[in-house]
């Protein structure tokens, strides 16, 4: 999909033998930012997806409060309404600057890749069990540059090389 001036593609599969991915994303277009999120919900099937889209409504409805209080909330809401927990990153890109701003709990990794490669990652926590100070990562992108936004299982075995504009 096109968002003014970047392309956006996503991917979300369920785990073989599930009818519904335990990954959600949101797409959120704002004036001088546009703000991708990935949450994956613990373990497989409806109550990973459950948790995910719970942990992406929290995001949503306060999409231009501070990245901290975000994760903040959407820990207190998977908490006390008993969901399993998820892992949630948080990209915003900023279209004035040019930067790129992170924050992650969870094993989710934003790699982005164009002159150079730059991987930025979530810290070890859970959305609903153990959350971690939030700390938000920076990283410059330029014309051309592409962003992945990754879960586990494919953080760990993504290449992006391929990928770097100047080779």
């Not at 968002?3 to 785990?15: A, E, H, N, S, T």
């Not at 600057?97 to 070890?124: E, P, Q």
Request: proline share 4%; aromatic share 6%.
């Amino acid at each position: 999909m096109e968002v003014r001036g970047f392309d956006v593609g996503v991917i979300c599969l369920p785990y073989p033998g599930e009818s519904v991915p335990g990954d959600m994303a949101l797409v959120e277009d704002g004036d001088d930012a546009l703000t991708i999120a990935l949450a994956d919900g613990l373990g497989h099937g409806p109550a990973a997806h459950a948790s995910a889209a719970e942990a992406l409504a929290v995001v949503r409805a306060n999409a231009g409060q501070e990245v901290g209080a975000l994760f903040r909330d959407a820990h207190q809401r998977l908490r006390r309404q008993g969901f399993r927990g998820a892992v949630l990153g948080l990209a915003r890109f900023d279209r004035v600057r040019r930067v790129v701003y992170f924050a992650g709990v969870g094993n989710i990794d934003l790699i982005v890749v164009g002159d150079g490669v730059t991987r930025l990652v979530g810290h070890h926590g859970l959305l609903g069990g153990v959350l971690p100070a939030v700390r938000t990562h920076e990283a410059a992108f330029g014309e051309g540059a592409l962003a992945f936004l990754l879960s586990d299982g494919i953080t760990t075995r993504f290449d992006p090389l391929p990928f770097r504009t100047a080779q």
